[in-house]
């Protein structure tokens, strides 16, 4: 069936995210260290410990990746008590510089431009908080090529939950037979894609973890450079 549309995830999908996160919590452990004695590596200790405090208290939410909730956490254990200024401020520290230091991956940009000019729908299914991922999308350069975006923020849920990829197949107005799925993750993308009857492309660039063979056969098709879904649209 002809492709009407769509559906990318976006971190580590269209840009990747390791590089913009390290030198984001550098600049933040920077700032840090100015109020309080501390050593990288207890930083970065507490600051693993509170997200994954955070992820196991609000797993499956938006919520669980608000680095709001991290410095919050990671505060109240050095300072033993709330800090609105420092945990506002390295909330924006963080996002600053991670926005600033995000990249396109090659071939992002060509590839929506292509997908947008023949008239197929685009949008971005992401499990965040709504006000980063429009901040992202904007600073990426990609508002013009973007014609809606589902947050797990919004839907309530996380993928693999069907409401993601339903509420994205509802705005675009398509049913799942028209559509494609594109993402890096097997058990959120590819699942939840492949449980709503959408078409299924895994991105495995070299810097991914390494998959199975059996991983492979999960996906309906796995890519390594993103241009390759031009190729799909035209089969
Ligand atoms: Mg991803």
């Not at 796995?222 to 241009?227: G, L, P, R, Y």
Request: charged share 30%; net charge positive.
């Amino acid at each position: 069936m002809k492709k009407e549309g769509v559906l990318f995830d976006l971190d580590n999908t269209l840009y990747g995210y390791k590089l913009p996160h390290q030198k984001a919590l550098n600049v933040v452990y920077s700032f840090l260290k100015k109020e309080i004695q501390i050593s990288k590596i207890k930083f970065i200790r507490l600051y693993d410990l509170s997200k994954q405090e955070i992820k196991r208290e609000l797993s499956g939410t938006a919520s669980a990746h608000n680095r709001i909730l991290y410095f919050q956490r990671l505060i109240e254990k050095t300072h033993n008590t709330v800090h609105p200024h420092i945990i506002l401020k390295l909330y924006n520290l963080y996002w600053n510089t991670f926005l600033k230091n995000m990249k396109l991956d090659r071939g992002v940009l060509e590839t929506l431009k292509r997908i947008h000019k023949d008239k197929i729908k685009i949008a971005i299914v992401s499990d965040l908080t709504t006000n980063i991922q429009l901040k992202k999308i904007k600073k990426l350069g990609l508002t013009r090529y973007i014609d809606f975006l589902v947050t797990s923020e919004e839907a309530g849920s996380e993928k693999p939950h069907s409401i993601m990829f339903l509420l994205a197949l509802n705005k675009m107005r398509l049913k799942p037979e028209a559509t494609l799925f594109v993402g890096d993750d097997l058990s959120k993308d590819i699942a939840g894609s492949n449980a709503v009857g959408i078409e299924s492309v895994l991105i495995s660039r070299k810097k991914n973890k390494k998959l199975s063979g059996e991983d492979y056969k999960k996906a309906n098709h796995v890519i390594k450079d993103i241009k390759e879904v031009l190729k799909i649209l035209n089969e």
